[in-house]
Nanobody, 121 residues
Framework: QVQLVESGGGLVQAGGSLRLSCAAS????????MGWFRQAPGKEREFAAAISWSGGSTYYADSVKGRFTISRDNAKNTVYLQMNSLKPEDTAVYYC??????????????WGQGTQVTVSS
């Protein structure tokens, strides 16, 4: 079992930045691929970014490419999502997820509770 806890969300003005963190406990994170997903009010949860277990491969949704960066520190059992040039449409609850296989789909085995990101115009 892996427990995931997100942090770092908050309220930011358009054009600003936030860094989300996802801390894992229970098992070492180095065994898992990690993903960040988001869900805006009234919308389905969507893929934002993913990273392989080694950090050697990263994947991004077109909507965040060039603005968001996913990274990991396996020694700290933590994954990050650096979000720059934020837009009001980035407003959502952000979730991290872990799985044995990196994917852009929702088929992750473990999920955190989410952290709210609100971008004001």
């Amino acid at each position: 079992q892996v427990q995931l806890v997100e942090s770092g969300g908050g309220l930011v003005q358009a054009g600003g930045s936030l860094r989300l963190s996802c801390a894992a406990s229970g098992r070492t994170l180095s065994s898992y691929a990690m993903g960040w997903f988001r869900q805006a009010p009234g919308k389905e949860r969507e893929f934002a970014a993913a990273i392989s277990w080694s950090g050697g491969s990263t994947y991004y949704a077109d909507s965040v490419k060039g603005r968001f960066t996913i990274s990991r520190d396996n020694a700290k059992n933590t994954v990050y999502l650096q979000m720059n040039s934020l837009k009001p449409e980035d407003t959502a609850v952000y979730y991290c997820a872990a799985d044995s296989v990196v994917t852009t789909g929702n088929e992750y085995d473990y999920w955190g509770q989410g952290t709210q990101v609100t971008v004001s115009s």
